[in-house]
């Protein structure tokens, strides 16, 4: 059965500073990977996936993540943290076939601080 | 831009009523979910749907729950005696078909509390 393990439930940082929030999997087959943000009363949008090309895969809001079979890792970083990053960020893993359903982390709540 | 849309955006119900929760997934999309998410807990799966029939469903998916696509554009979640840890954010998400199409769209959710 795949699984998602995300370390850390609350990550803070400064503005302006590097943000990494980490993300391991465990899945039987080469996975599709995600990464959603959940902004506060709003639903999941994806930032970024990995689907078997690219190792390194850049998404939306300056935020990209490294694909790592070795350590079965998908870490999410940006260079430089804005206020606007604050949310909830999830990891999630699916396989190729079938109904693909996302099996997600248990969220990583990240805080700006001015 | 086309977007997964969910009603209501909260819903108050008492313990051991039904209760229905729409969504309206993209017009082109194939496959269908609905996930939950208990407050201060992960996101979890609940069923997938794809060609008028279940094709996934997770352990929590037990016999209150079922799923039904009435018309072309409707999606509905119906729990037939709510319990009070039935209480959380249910997500509806659509995706094309296709194996390049990997990407889950998600609606704005539903919150529900059962009292």
């Known amino acids: 059965a795949q699984s998602v393990t995300q370390l850390g439930s609350h990550v803070s940082v400064s503005e302006g500073a590097l943000v990494l929030l980490r993300c391991n999997y465990s899945?039987?087959?080469?996975?599709?990977l995600f990464w959603y943000v959940q902004y506060p009363n709003q639903g999941l949008q994806l930032l970024l996936k990995?689907?078997?090309?690219?190792?390194l895969v850049k998404g939306i809001n300056g935020f990209e993540a490294e694909f790592k079979k070795s350590e079965t890792s998908f870490h999410l970083t940006k260079p430089s943290a804005h206020m606007s990053d604050a949310a909830e960020y999830f990891c999630?893993?699916?396989?190729?076939?079938?109904?693909?359903?996302?099996?997600f982390g248990q969220g990583t709540r990240l805080t700006i601080n001015p | 831009e086309p977007e997964v849309t969910q009603t209501p955006s909260h819903q108050v119900t008492q313990m051991g009523q039904e209760v229905i929760l729409r969504c309206v997934p993209i017009?082109?999309?194939?496959?269908f979910y609905w996930y939950r998410q208990i407050l201060g807990q992960k996101v979890e799966f609940l069923v997938s749907?794809?060609?008028?029939?279940?094709?996934?469903k997770s352990e929590i998916f037990d016999d209150q729950f079922s799923v039904e696509r009435p018309d072309g554009s409707n999606f509905t979640l119906k729990i037939r005696s709510t319990k009070l840890e039935d209480s959380a954010m249910y997500f509806c998400?659509?995706?094309?078909?296709?194996?390049?199409?990997?990407?889950?769209?998600f609606g704005q959710g539903t919150r529900l509390t059962v009292v």
């Open positions: 998400a659509s995706r094309p078909y296709g194996q390049g199409n990997t990407e889950a769209f």
């Open positions: 749907f794809y060609n008028n029939e279940i094709s996934e």
């Open positions: 017009s082109n999309h194939l496959y």
């Open positions: 899945s039987s087959v080469p996975p599709y």
């Open positions: 999630a893993v699916s396989d190729y076939g079938g109904a693909q359903k996302l099996v």
């Open positions: 990995y689907t078997s090309a690219a190792t």
